[in-house]
């Protein structure tokens, strides 16, 4: 049986939008099951704010309070269903230590394995100093941190005229090819070498970028001399774990011989994408779902045998 460590639902009483299987627990463990998908793991890219394009700017006005209250809320959605959900605190990483706080006592209760935060937030990566305190404490904690994009990721204006699926489905993706690769050259994997990064949607591009990261980071020509430590990029990005959310086999492939397959874990992003339920698990049908699983229980310290 498969763990699935990229899902979504809406806390009872929540109206955020989104498509109806947000709301529909019992129909996504359903459907997951007959699948042979017995775990999944959800959270809020948003808190209790929305997805929908025109609404990224407020998501991060919510005060910690407000995202406790949501955070609370997605966590007795788990209560009712133990043996099928597991749940992602979500923050603000650049919000301060109420938001930090807030997060360090949820991680207490049994339901939260882990964080989520946003790729890039009103228009920053996660390189920017402001993140400092949030990765300090992500590597205190030593819980997976599940970096998925948000509402309006860079970009957003430039594409919106061609609708709201080239958002969701192409700068979104991009948001986690920089996203990623922003905090990896930033050093934040070398500073926190504790921290265990997901990668959502595939990871984006970042399974064949190596050698362009390092070429990023490389001295140029004519810089003077610079006799500090060189950063490599490429070996940081090696310890950044990936999800199978993009369905998308040469990706995959791609993902498996730069990260190897014990960084894969086993994500479909569902809902929303409860349609691409049955792609997903056959683009994992040529790899051992039992690695998928016992990598999953192994990142989140899950302690069951799914």
Do not use: W
């Amino acid at each position: 049986m498969l763990i699935d460590v990229h899902g979504h639902l809406a806390p009872p009483g929540e109206k955020a939008g989104g498509p109806p299987g947000m709301h529909d627990p019992e129909g996504m463990i359903e459907a997951k099951l007959a699948l042979g998908i017995e775990m999944t793991i959800i959270g809020s890219p948003v808190g209790a704010g929305s997805m929908l394009p025109g609404t990224g700017a407020a998501n991060y006005r919510q005060d910690a309070g407000t995202v406790r209250a949501h955070n609370e809320a997605l966590a007795e959605l788990a209560r009712r269903y133990p043996a099928h959900l597991r749940c992602y605190a979500y923050l603000d990483p650049f919000a301060g230590e109420r938001m930090l706080a807030q997060a360090a006592d949820l991680l207490t209760e049994p339901e939260f394995v882990g964080l989520v935060v946003n790729t890039s937030v009103a228009g920053r990566f996660l390189s920017s100093p402001g993140a400092d305190d949030f990765f300090a404490f992500a590597a205190e904690t030593g819980v997976p941190v599940l970096v998925h994009p948000p509402a309006e990721p860079v970009g957003t204006e430039a594409v919106l005229d061609l609708g709201p699926g080239v958002v969701e489905h192409l700068a979104r993706f991009n948001d986690v090819t920089m996203g990623v690769a922003a905090l990896v050259c930033a050093g934040r994997l070398e500073r926190h070498p504790e921290l265990r990064i997901i990668a959502p949607g595939g990871g984006g591009a970042l399974g064949v970028l190596a050698e362009k990261l390092d070429l990023a980071m490389a001295p140029r020509p004519g810089a003077g001399d610079d006799r500090r430590p060189r950063l490599v990029p490429s070996r940081s990005l090696r310890k950044v774990l990936v999800d199978t959310s993009c369905p998308n086999r040469a990706q995959l492939r791609a993902n498996l011989a730069f990260f190897g397959p014990e960084q894969v874990l086993f994500g479909t992003d569902a809902p929303p994408l409860m349609g691409e339920l049955k792609r997903m698990t056959e683009l994992v049908s040529e790899l051992d779902p039992g690695t998928l699983t016992a990598n999953a229980e192994r990142i989140f310290e899950l302690g069951v045998r799914a």
